[in-house]
């Protein structure tokens, strides 16, 4: 009798741990999908013979990439200007340094230096200008909205997106990248090196190619001052550091010519060919 009560409870058991699993709902796998910006089209027609500046759409030629979100164009005589893509925002890359920021300005860059055709296209549901005075565009390259595939590819977040031409077409982007859990939405920037490291000044000017792209901490001397930013380094050599304007008249005796610094947490890049310091911050520098 105990033989057949085990052999029913261990029945029921198993019918019921077969129920459990049948019942489980199966994970649905999402991957990025540039299906927003396939369905979008930009027809020669609406730009041929039309001026960015003057009729709010038209043709223009790659000056240099900034970041992910920011560019400087220009068009037959007109002088390079800056432009804010719309209803996007990608993480730091210049003057501060986040996770998949420079990722976002590589591919960013990427995709215009390797278009054929670049169109700026306004909105007049968000104005001309930002308050930094950059132009707040719409970014096609060859035929495809720049802005959008920033989203679809999980390196921007879509922002203030309510009344824009493509908002909608933005927003479900971003949805859907969300649900990747790729990039910005969860992964871990496999570029980014957040510690920092401990070098010499001399050790970084004699070897700069060995700390690109890396946070240090290094002690040296202001060397000149260039407006609310400076060059830092020994008696032979210096390297520019972009403060953002954080050096105010109130403690600009602390970094005058010859003032002995620690700089924590800056970021060695190459702009636009010169070596230069990001990252600063007020709070991170130390005195001797």
Known sequence: MT?????????IASFSLLACEEAEPAVESYELSSEWSDNLDLQAVEYEGREFLADGIGEVTLDRCVDGDTTYFSYGTVAPFSVRYLGIDTRESTAQIQPWGRAASDFNCEILTAADTIVLEMDASAGRLDNYGRYLAYVWADGKLV????????????????????????FAAQNHAKLTGQ???????PSFMGEPIDVEI??????????RDRFVNVSGTITAR????????????SIYVFTQSQITSIIANEFTVGSELILNNVFMTDYSGQWQLTNFNIRDVTFP
């Open 147 to 170: 802005n959008l595939q920033m989203v679809e590819n999980a390196f921007a977040p879509s922002v203030g997106t309510g009344g824009l031409k493509y908002g909608d077409e933005l």
């Open 3 to 11: 033989k057949i009560l085990t052999l029913i409870t261990l029945t």
């Open 202 to 211: 001399d050790e970084l000017l004699s070897n700069p190619d060995d700390y």
């Open 183 to 189: 990039r910005i939405w969860g992964e871990t920037d």
């Open 226 to 237: 260039d407006g609310g930013d400076f060059y830092f380094g020994n008696d032979t050599d």
